[in-house]
């Protein structure tokens, strides 16, 4: 029978916030089916429950309860941080079966150091690199797949990340680039509307009127790119008159450097990437 997201079983390991992100997508779809969804963490309980609540999905404390929950899934998800893949992955390791997909959205963590720490090689996985917008259905997320998943099992991961927003299917050497453009993106524009609102109320503004023209300023600005199909740097030059505010700005922005610094945060991001995953990679040589 072909694996749908109706009929998948789905346990995440690590009900935090990209765990939530997801669920509330796969939740908010008619043929989502919160009856297969299986929550666990390690310890805060209340956090189970309230996902209960929000999204009627069920979960799991005691030990065999939980490891039955990984047994009988078709799609287990991690999504606990890097500082706890090793123990996390070492415990699935002994429960996990072939013919189960395993989806991780653990930023820097490559398919082979996953492989290892199981101690299963060719276990079909997915590794994804989601953004916190996939909570409102606008996330972006990449996904690459090792050769042993199944057309049926990338189908059904690639809907589940699709039920979040965009999916961009890579090769796994791109997902680092991945997490500095779109993983870790949504924090460079928080951080651009944090100034542009400071510099609204330096200059006069009320804190909520600052706030509200920045939020609509960036909204209308990505839309303008998504829907007139144009480069954003022609948009920007029909925003800048000759000798106008325009001008002047970019050009206090050019001598901050703002342009190098933004495309050296993403590639910074993506070097972070690898030296998370390093860094998992040494801590299970070591154990
Ligand atoms: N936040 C973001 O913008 C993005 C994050 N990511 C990746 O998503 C992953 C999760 O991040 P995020 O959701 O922000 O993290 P959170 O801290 O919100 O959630 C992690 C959860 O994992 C649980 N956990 C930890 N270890 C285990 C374990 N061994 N078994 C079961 N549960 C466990 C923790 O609960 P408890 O301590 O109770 O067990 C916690 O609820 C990270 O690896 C990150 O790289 C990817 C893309 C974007
Ligand atoms: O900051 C981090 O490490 C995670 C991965 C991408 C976004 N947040």
Do not use: C, W
């Not at 079909?124 to 989601?130: E, K, N, V």
Request: zero cysteines.
């Amino acid at each position: 029978m072909s694996l749908t997201l109706s009929n998948a079983a789905f346990t995440f390991v690590g009900a935090g916030s990209m765990a939530e992100a997801i669920v509330r997508g796969l939740t908010s779809q008619k043929e989502g089916n919160p009856s297969r969804i299986t929550m666990l963490n390690r310890q805060d309980v209340s956090r189970l429950r309230a996902l209960q609540q929000s999204y009627g999905v069920s979960y799991a404390v005691e030990t065999s309860d939980k490891n039955q929950a990984i047994i009988d899934a078709d799609v287990v998800i991690v999504a606990f941080k890097p500082k706890d893949a090793v123990e996390g992955l070492k415990a699935l390791g002994p429960l996990l079966q072939r013919s189960q997909l395993l989806v991780s959205v653990i930023a820097g963590l490559s398919t082979s150091t996953i492989e290892d720490i199981l101690g299963a090689a060719g276990q079909p996985i997915a590794r994804t690199m989601p953004n916190t917008s996939s909570s409102i259905g606008l996330g972006a997320t990449g996904i690459s797949f090792t050769p042993s998943v199944t057309a049926n099992q990338q189908k059904l991961a690639i809907d589940m990340f699709a039920s979040t927003g965009i999916v961009s299917v890579v090769d796994e050497a791109k997902l680092d680039i991945v997490t500095g453009v779109s993983g870790s993106g949504p924090a460079y524009i928080y951080y651009m509307m944090e100034a542009m609102i400071e510099g609204g109320i330096r200059g006069g503004l009320t804190p909520e009127a600052a706030k509200q023209l920045t939020v609509q300023t960036v909204l209308g600005a990505a839309k303008m790119v998504e829907l007139t199909g144009e480069d954003p740097a022609d948009l920007r030059r029909k925003v800048t008159s000759p000798n106008g505010t325009t001008q002047a700005a970019l050009e206090m922005l050019d001598r901050h450097d703002f342009s190098t610094g933004v495309t050296k945060a993403v590639l910074r991001s993506a070097e972070r990437a690898g030296e998370l995953g390093q860094a998992i990679s040494a801590q299970a040589a070591n154990r």
